[in-house]
């Protein structure tokens, strides 16, 4: 039995044998005779874009494929199998992957049994629009339907395979699966025509044109050449597609509880395989799922189009998620949500189904509560949960939770941070503008005033240097808004100048396909004059950023951490590592992360960008930005040896880097994913420099 099914409820067990470990040929068509075949040994990559709640998708994703016989790679080339996990909240996040797609495109003319899928964002969005714009995509996969994705892929594979075996031209009539296979069918019959009327197509056009298809710059004689040798290849590719379709549509709306009940996405997070080590380069630290969706319809924002509807976990499930991952040796939990502090779950809505308690629809209330309005008997608040995992779980030291939504933030919330000293003092709560207008059109819900208002009260709640338990902030930025004036920019700056945050995402507006304000606010801003504001609202909150790390020098802290400062792993990547900690702490290979910080580069790519305005999303986005931080001097070593250079975070979520002189660096690996003392000795723009005390 895979680890996978072992660490799931009993019940779960059989639905995902059904659904995760058997071929689906016929599983819709009520014709159902799943069949067990060994499946065959795969290579994957997976590069993950987006916000943390992607990051945690791609984690239950590969400790599921890992589980059925999935081998992870860190490089597309050597893949048999090319995943997409995406993010439509950015251009920059879209246009790389249609670049990834693009090359993508040109393997298969070599190799066309490779497997290529789109999980996520985009996906959900772009449906099979993406497949007619980049026929080389064999699987879209929804967030939502992520659970489903074992058997696309195997489908997918068992497709291609088959096709690749028989004539060029073969038809595939094999359906799709999830609750859409009759969207998929539906595509399927229409594959013809799409294929036949896209650019990209293959069986339609000619040699010259797919050469000129293949790249953008003009061909040498001896490519050319070399690509038309291809062709054959090519032309079977595009006779097996093997296309596999599961997306949400229409039902990411949910209209009641029992229909949150049919969703059996919860099987994805039920069913993971914990580890001290589980996501990309986490060791020690793990994202725990409470709540998914958004209700909140913010004109710039695909959210609620592509992840739907809010919808709470069972208390009980997250409870023993932290349980399992603490048992494993994880220390760090942070639990995400779009919208996270609108966790409840009502016990007495609860709905059982196969002996598993459902996720719930969130109930909606007006907002600007104190507390939370329905809290009492029968029902788990968001204040709740945090005292029930704090106090059940003593093995997490660190819990955090990401993202807030300003308005709806009580004082009971507040309450409970407060006196429970495992609950990190950290709070991102984007704001979005400094401008009533802004907000308005934002349709944030919410004034500047009541945000400053919820920024006091928290502070005056939580924010006890004193007692070495500051409070840290951090906000997001959208800057150049449609019809944002020059007031509204001031208004903005003169929020960072109040909100003082440890850190602010500030980024450009760029108009998203799928959202309101994509259809009905014009994007009238010009691009310099958003540049422009860009820069001044960039370099005021670098000095605010400075100012606030400043407080922290001659502090001493507990930090937690993370692994090799970004200077270290650049290091050890240009071959001049010290040994063995700089190649391994903090990465593992098993996931590409390209924007939040956390990159294992692409076919040349340096890393992510790392600064304050390349925020990913607006609302739950990892906390970004290290400093270079050359090694200190001291550290160096002698010709006989050399220091090492580490990145912790404080309980605020501040990033320190501090040093291990030679005769320590031996130690680094066993230091990462541990708590230890630093003392503040610096402060940089955008990090803290300590010393290690203990
Ligand atoms: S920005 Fe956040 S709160 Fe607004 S719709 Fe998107 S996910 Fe929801």
Redesign the pocket.
């Known amino acids: 039995m895979c680890p996978v099914i072992a660490t799931g409820p009993r019940s779960f067990r059989a639905a995902f044998d059904y659904r995760g470990m058997t071929s689906s040929i016929g599983l819709e068509s009520g014709t159902h005779r799943p069949y067990h075949r060994p499946m065959p040994a795969r290579s994957v990559y997976l590069e993950t874009f987006g916000c943390q709640m992607n990051e945690l998708d791609s984690e239950l994703v590969t400790g599921q494929l890992r589980a059925l016989g999935y081998r992870f790679v860190s490089e597309p080339d050597t893949a048999d199998v090319i995943l997409y996990n995406t993010c439509s909240v950015r251009e920059h996040a879209e246009q790389k992957v249609w670049s990834r797609l693009g090359i993508d495109r040109l393997r298969k003319l070599r190799e066309p049994h490779v497997v290529v899928g789109v999980l996520g964002c985009m996906a959900e969005r772009d449906g099979e629009d993406l497949i007619r714009r980049m026929p080389v995509v064999d699987i879209l996969c929804g967030p939502g339907e992520l659970d489903k994705l074992p058997t696309l892929l195997d489908n997918a594979v068992r497709t291609r395979d088959s096709l690749l075996a028989d004539e060029p031209g073969a038809i595939v009539k094999e359906s799709g699966t999830g609750r859409n296979s009759e969207r998929a069918e539906q595509a399927e019959d229409s594959r013809g025509d799409s294929i036949g009327s896209t650019p990209l197509s293959i069986s339609s056009i000619s040699l010259p044109s797919l050469l000129s298809n293949a790249s953008s710059s003009s061909l040498s004689p001896s490519a050319y050449s070399a690509l038309s040798e291809f062709l054959p290849a090519l032309q079977r590719a595009a006779g097996t597609s093997a296309r596999q379709v599961a997306l949400q549509g229409n039902t990411s709306r949910r209209s009641g509880t029992l229909a949150a009940a049919q969703d059996t996405l919860e099987l994805l997070d039920l069913s993971r395989a914990v580890s001290a080590h589980d996501g990309a380069d986490r060791r020690g630290s793990a994202y725990v799922r409470i709540t998914r969706g ?1 209700n ?3 004109t710039y ?1 695909v ?2 189009f592509t992840r739907g509807a809010e919808v709470h976990r069972p208390p009980q499930h997250i409870v023993d998620e932290c349980k399992r991952l603490a048992d494993a040796g994880v220390i760090e939990v942070t639990l995400l949500g ?2 996270v502090n609108h966790y409840r779950f009502e016990q007495d809505a609860a709905v059982t189904l196969d002996g598993i308690v459902q996720p719930q629809k969130g109930r909606s209330y007006g907002g600007g509560h104190r507390a939370d309005p329905f809290r009492g008997h029968g029902v788990t608040t968001f204040a709740d949960l945090l005292a029930q995992i704090h106090d059940e779980v003593p093995a997490i030291r660190r819990l955090r939770f990401v993202t807030s ?1 300003p308005r709806d933030f009580g004082d009971d919330v507040l309450q409970v941070i407060r006196d429970h000293p495992r609950i990190c003092r950290y709070l991102h709560v984007p704001a979005q503008s400094g401008s009533n207008s802004q907000l308005k059109a934002m349709n944030r819900g919410y004034t500047v005033e009541e945000y400053l208002e919820f920024l006091d009260r928290a502070r005056a709640f939580l924010h006890q240097p004193e007692i070495g338990r500051p409070l840290a902030v951090a906000g997001d930025i959208i800057v150049g808004f449609p019809g944002e004036t020059d007031e509204d920019h001031e208004a903005t700056a003169q929020l960072l100048e109040k909100a003082r945050y440890k850190n602010c995402f500030i980024f450009k507006y760029s108009a998203r396909p799928g959202t309101v304000a994509y259809d009905k606010l014009p994007d009238d801003v010009p691009e310099a004059v958003k540049r422009r504001r860009n820069n001044v609202l960039l370099a005021l909150q670098q000095r605010i950023s400075a100012e606030v790390g400043a407080e922290y020098v001659g502090t001493t802290l507990d930090v937690f951490i993370e692994g090799l400062s970004r200077h270290e792993v650049k290091r050890a990547a240009g071959g001049t590592a010290s040994g063995g900690p700089a190649r391994r702490a903090g990465m593992n290979g098993s996931i590409a992360l390209t924007i939040g910080g956390r990159t294992l580069g692409r076919r040349g790519e340096g890393s992510a960008t790392d600064t304050l305005h390349e925020a990913p999303t ?2 739950a986005m990892p906390p970004l930005s290290e400093d270079e931080a050359p090694l200190a001097d001291e550290v160096r070593g002698g010709s006989g040896g050399r220091g090492v250079q580490l990145s912790a975070r404080t309980d605020g979520d501040l990033i320190v880097h501090f040093d291990l002189p030679p005769e320590q660096a031996r130690k680094a690996e066993s230091l990462v994913g541990t708590i230890a003392r630093c003392r503040i000795t610096e402060s940089r723009q955008l990090s803290l420099v300590g010393k290690f005390t203990a």
């Open positions: 958004c909140k319809f913010c924002c959210v609620p779009q919208t939504y607006a609302c």
